[in-house]
């Protein structure tokens, strides 16, 4: 996962890491190693932080084939 393209998003939205950890139900910790790139993100992941910041996941992670 490329975190800056994430990041921009969220600077664009003006969502903090705290805020968007709350709105996808992803504790802060884990969102914090996700936004420096030393965590994967994991599929329910991507479905929740895509439906936090309002996108689809093809959108926020184009390098991810998404399963429907």
Do not use: C
Not at 14 to 43: C, F, G, R, V, W
Request: charged share 30%.
């Amino acid at each position: 996962m490329d975190a800056s393209i994430l990041k921009e998003i969220m600077r664009q939205k003006k969502i903090s890491q705290n805020k968007l950890s709350q709105m996808a139900e992803i504790p802060t910790s884990n969102m914090s190693l996700l936004l420096n790139d030393k965590s994967p993100i994991y599929p329910g992941w991507r479905r929740r932080i895509a439906r936090a910041l309002d996108m689809t996941e093809e959108a926020l992670f184009p390098e991810f084939e998404v399963k429907v």
